[in-house]
């Protein structure tokens, strides 16, 4: 229930600022700042919100109220204030994902939440950060990057706010602190449609194209150029051809009548998919009279990264696959194990026992990763063979009356078990080893009466399973696996009275050796118009020892380009704003653990799809050589187990010589979209 103004008032001793939600974040509304985003960020919260009494681990908050005035209520805002030094997660995991490792670690990160309808009249829970059902989170760092984590609106159970008017409150704010770059993860779904598909194909970009957004980084070695190709492929599909491809199939006369149909409502000619999907969600957004029961506009129901995955590349595209669940005894008697079947039987149940007691401590928010399960069942049982045993093979197996569930936690990447009733239409039965929940079968399609039902239709059968062309199954392959979108604001230097620079650190000779990444991007540093060299050095050390941990001590020796000036002479006339400036110093803390945004592990990721970097997929390492891949690549599903004891291919040739040259290979996505000189493939459609 939303909260109303007079409850509002109640609240507090003095009469809260109420702001508009839709004018919230535009020029001059409610501020006006003309610094960097780590000044920026502090005038708002001075000048636009208050304290709030929740107490969020021991984090500051502050609650900005918006008024909604259509809905006539009252929307809160809060702001955490995280201190990196103070954090259980320091590093950022999001940062690493998209290629932002290199950077140094912020002091400060700014979470952004309006916490779903319900909660809005509230305390915020101790782990609100971790929640994913706000109809808004996003994650500021200090240095002005940042990332979109979660946008909530009809679709994710709203009565109030819609997508559309959450992500121009957010634009505005981001354009109103003057960020810099923000990434979004986009795993948004409608009606089981991936909308980054849908909206490529339609449009040329993601939903969040919208708004600016645009390619970042693909997983599995998917590069800009091959993401703009597939969608131009795809997107060029013509509809006449269409129909020839699929004359031999089951799906020939529907798709038949969605085309005849939609070509008689449209007022200009309709070619091509593109022209297609566009007319139709255009269509179902004006909701004419004829056509019925046309749904809202879409809008992410939620940007989670529990997605489902398209495992194998040169497989088909099939529909969600129903979850397999085994009865854990059955599991082990088809297991070569040293153990006996009664002892495996037992760290099951102990693990189970740890598990349903996390639980219930945490009121069902979260799992246990595998080392805090393995530390917990160590009170019962000792030998940790026995358990590393176990637990590898714990993934949707059935014990007593539980399931266990092992899944990749969104936050933070790392893989952790879960434990749910046994229920929900999933029985056990002795003469059955899986359990497959039945799903009823889905309603014949009546081409015209549902624009949603036919956009869905031409979904699945063309975009995810076209007969008998590999190249569209590849492109579709690229398009779902480019998930990483980021919006870049321009530098400002607007204001007439103030020089701005880009501030680039620059390592000195000695710096060389002391295993200094990629350098970090520069910072934004605002002075006076007549400042001279001495305080625009000052102002450089006092940005950078406030926005990074590794550089709190410091000191600017020199400034390219202004060796010649004294300190104590002006700038104006002698550099002009908007400029980059390279600045060298010491006192670069290289030995700090709190170095890097991508942490302190240096771990290596080298796959046969090119990716050489975390791309936030699964993977798994060799025990040989240690070097990471996709277990996708590796051709193993993401419901299946990683095995005990995994070797990649390049060992396997160092250790077993091939007594034959011939191999089974498959090509990925990747590799049959790059240019055509590069790999002489004839990219016609």
Known sequence: MSISIL???????????????????????????????????????????????????????????????????????????????????????????????????????YHLIIPKDNEWNKPLANHVIDHQTHL?????????????????????????????????LWDRICTNLRTRKITVEDVSKKRSMDLRLLYGVAYGHSWFGKWGYKFCRGSFGVAEYNYNKAIEILSSLELDQIIQDFSNTDQCRDIKQIIRHCRNMSETQLVTIK?????????????????????????????????????????????????????????????????????????????????????????????????????????????????????????????????????????????????????????????????????????????????????????????????????VDLATQAVLDSKHFVKEWPFRDE????????????????????????????????????????????????????????????????????EELDDDEVLFGAVESGVELRVRGSGIDFKNRFGYQGGIDNWMVKCECGAQDDDGERMVACDICEVWQHTRCCGIEDTETVPPLFVCSGCCVSLVPPKTDSFCAFECSSTLLMPKETYGLELGY
Not at 138 to 162: A, M, P, Q, R
Not at 457 to 467: A, G, I, K, M, T
């Open 495 to 562: 204001e007439d009275q103030l020089l701005t620079f880009i501030c680039r650190l620059m390592p000195c000779s000695y710096d060389m050796g002391t295993g200094l990444k990629e350098l970090p991007p520069g910072e934004i540093v605002v002075v006076p118009l007549h400042a001279t060299v001495g305080e625009l050095k000052l102002a450089v050390e006092t940005a950078l020892r406030d926005t990074y941990c590794i550089t709190e001590g410091f000191v600017v020796m020199e400034i390219e380009g202004l």
């Open 136 to 168: 808004l989170h996003g994650v500021i760092h200090c240095n002005g990057f940042g990332h979109l984590l979660c946008i909530n609106g009809n679709e994710g159970g709203s009565k109030y706010l819609c997508g559309r008017e959450i992500m121009d």
């Open 275 to 471: 022209d297609l999907l566009r007319f139709m969600l255009t269509v179902k957004s004006r909701a004419p009279l004829k056509l019925n029961n046309a749904p809202a506009a879409p809008a992410p129901s939620s940007i989670s990264r529990a997605s489902t995955r398209i495992t194998l590349r040169n497989k088909p595209f099939a529909k969600e696959k129903s979850q397999n669940y085994k009865s854990f005894s059955t599991a082990i008697a088809n297991m070569d194990s040293r153990w006996p079947a009664r002892r495996l039987e037992y760290a099951a149940e102990v693990i189970v026992t740890a598990l349903k007691e996390k639980k219930e401590d945490n009121f069902c928010h979260g799992g246990m990763t595998r080392q805090d399960l393995r530390d917990a069942a160590r009170f019962h049982i000792g030998d940790t063979g026995l358990l590393d045993y176990v637990l590898k093979s714990m993934n949707n197996v059935i014990v007593g009356s539980h399931v266990v569930c092992r899944t990749v936690n969104p936050t933070t990447r790392i893989l952790e078990y879960s434990i749910h009733e046994l229920g929900d239409g999933i029985k056990v039965s002795e003469q059955e080893a899986e359990i497959l929940p039945k799903h009823l079968p889905a309603p014949a399609l009546v081409p015209g009466i549902d624009a949603y039902s036919d956009v869905v239709y031409l979904y699945n059968n063309v975009l995810l399973d076209y007969p008998g062309s590999n190249l």
């Open 7 to 109: 409850e509002a008032f109640k609240k507090r001793k003095r009469r809260p600022q109420l702001y508009g939600f839709h004018t919230f974040g535009d020029p001059g509304c409610p501020i006006n700042p003309k610094g960097a985003f780590r000044d920026n960020i502090q005038v708002l919260l001075q000048h636009c919100a208050e304290l709030d009494d929740s107490n969020v681990q021991g984090m500051q908050t502050w609650c900005t109220l918006l008024l909604h005035e259509t809905r006539s209520c009252i929307v809160p805002l809060f702001t955490i204030e995280e201190k990196v030094k103070c954090s259980t997660r320091p590093y950022c995991d999001h940062c690493r994902c998209t290629g932002w490792s290199h950077h140094f670690l912020s002091k400060r990160k």
